[in-house]
C-alpha cells in the first residue's frame, strides 16, 4: 500500500486560522519544565506506578519523561480578540465569551475532509 499525501490549500488556511488565534504568544525554542519526581528515596511506598506496556513487560512509569504545552501568556480579552478577528475573517458568528470547556481556550475546529464529510 502506498499513500499519496499532497497539500490542500484549505487545509493549510484552517492550520493558520487556529495558530493566528494565539498571535501574540512569544515563541519557545526549547522544552523549559521542572518534573517532580516527589521522593524517591523511599523504598517502601503505598503505591506502585509499574504497569505492564503492551508486549508484557514491566514500565516503571517513574522512569519516563513528561512533557507539557507551555502556558499562555495571553490574556482572555487578548485571545477573545484574537478569536473575533478570525471568525470576522472567516464570516463566522462573533463569539460573546472564551469556551472553557477542555481548559483556558476551548476551540472547535471542522472542515471538509474531501470525502464530503465534516
Do not use: W
Amino acid at each position: 500500500m502506498r499513500f499519496n499525501f499532497k497539500i490542500q490549500q484549505y487545509q493549510t488556511d484552517a492550520v493558520d486560522s487556529v495558530v493566528s488565534i494565539f498571535n501574540g504568544q512569544r515563541h519557545y525554542d526549547r522544552i523549559t519544565y521542572i518534573r517532580d519526581l516527589g521522593k524517591t528515596a523511599r523504598k517502601t511506598a503505598q503505591m506502585s506506578l509499574v504497569t505492564p506496556d503492551e508486549y508484557g513487560e514491566q514500565l516503571d512509569l517513574m522512569d519516563e519523561l513528561g512533557y507539557k504545552n507551555e502556558l499562555i501568556e495571553l490574556t482572555d480579552e487578548q485571545l477573545l480578540h484574537n478569536l473575533r478577528e478570525r471568525q470576522t475573517l472567516n464570516n463566522i458568528r462573533l463569539s460573546d465569551n472564551l469556551s472553557r470547556q477542555l481548559g483556558r481556550c476551548s476551540l472547535d475546529v471542522e472542515m471538509e475532509t474531501g470525502t464530503g464529510k465534516t
